[in-house]
T-cell receptor
């Protein structure tokens, strides 16, 4: 069966520091991968998606970037964090229509 | 980005009661999905709907794909305390390779004993 992992689970970072969040998927090949951000009590905002290695599409202009160095690895990065980058970051994978989410990373920028 | 209109935004119900929530869109969707999110966790897929008019059940949960393809409904029968959480609908508008979803704003469900 397929599983999706995210780490770290929680992160507290100062403004201006770099960021790297990692997502890996097991049990499937060539999945579509997604990064979402969820503000407290709000819905999910799609940040990036990828249909293959090295293929990244950005949904909203922002301070973040994404990379897919391997088929089942998706990384979310920033060179300099802003206060507004705080939130709950979710990675997801899909085969066809359904998307399956990871456990999420809670990021607090101080 | 675009979001679906989901209602109600929140609801308090007593254990044992039935719950109904719905999602509407100005656009047609080919797939409707319903997710539940517990605090501090990722959303979990509950039900997937693929055809207009389709009615699908998963235990005490029943969801329907609206005949106009612009809405969907989720019903929970005989609610229990573990039903507490946020329920999201999501729609997929095309069968492109990215399988991108549009999410609803969420319905927060609280169950009292």
């Amino acid at each position: 069966s397929q599983t999706i992992h995210q780490w770290p689970a929680t992160l507290v970072q100062p403004v201006g520091s770099p960021l790297s969040l990692e997502c890996t998927v097991e049990g499937t090949s060539n999945p579509n991968l997604y990064w979402y951000r969820q503000a407290a009590g709000r819905g999910l905002q799609l940040l990036f998606y990828s249909v293959g290695i090295g293929q990244i599409s950005s949904e909203v202009p922002q301070n973040l970037s994404a990379s897919r160095p391997q088929d089942r690895q998706f990384i979310l990065s920033s060179k300099k964090l802003l206060l507004s980058d705080s939130g709950f970051y979710l990675c997801a994978w899909s085969g066809l229509a359904e998307q399956y989410f990871g456990p999420g990373t809670r990021l607090t920028v101080t | 980005g675009q979001q679906l209109n989901q209602s109600p935004q929140s609801m308090f119900i007593q254990e044992g009661e039935d719950v109904s929530m719905n999602c509407t869109s100005s656009s047609i969707f080919n797939t409707w999905l319903w997710y539940k999110q517990d605090p501090g966790e990722g959303p979990v897929l509950l039900i997937a709907l693929y055809k207009a008019g389709e009615l699908t059940s998963n235990g005490r949960l029943t969801a329907q794909f609206g005949i106009t393809r612009k809405d969907s409904f989720l019903n929970i029968s005989a609610s229990i305390p573990s039903d507490v959480g946020i329920y999201f609908c999501a729609g997929q508008g095309n069968t492109g390779t990215a399988s991108k979803l549009t999410f609803g704003t969420g319905t927060r469900l609280q169950v009292t004993l």
